[in-house]
């Protein structure tokens, strides 16, 4: 498993993470630590791309989960609905990626692309 690292600019500066191989216990933490170097150096906006993931364990859900929470959280409205974040998108992940990050409920409060320029413009 490996992650590269890229800026793209649209209405605002986004870091794009993109990981490579499968996410599992043994490489969220490198997924982890690349999204915290991200944060520590100035990006507030980031977009995992997981066109290249073969498959999602629940320690990548995890780690997911943890970089979402890194950037922050959107407030919740007064029913106790969350908005979808600001701050964290995924790209491109496969049909079973999909289904296990909707199994989960990732869906419901971070949005998912299909299309690179979609997303980046949806920062």
């Not at 870091?15 to 599992?24: A, E, F, K, S, Y």
């Not at 409920?105 to 690179?116: A, H, V």
């Amino acid at each position: 498993m490996h992650i590269t690292v890229s800026q793209q600019h649209g209405r605002v500066p986004v870091t794009i993470l993109q990981v490579h191989g499968q996410v599992n216990l043994g490489s969220a933490h490198a997924i982890e630590q690349a999204g915290r170097s991200a944060v520590d150096h100035g990006s507030r906006y980031v977009l995992l791309d997981l066109s290249e993931v073969s498959s999602l364990t629940s320690a990548g859900l995890r780690v997911v989960h943890t970089l979402y929470r890194l950037l922050g959280s959107p407030a919740s409205d007064p029913s106790g609905t969350v908005s979808k974040s600001p701050y964290l998108k995924v790209l491109n992940p496969s049909p079973d990626i999909r289904r296990v990050l909707a199994l989960a409920g990732f869906d419901s409060f971070i949005d998912i692309y299909d299309n690179l320029p979609q997303a980046i413009a949806s920062f």
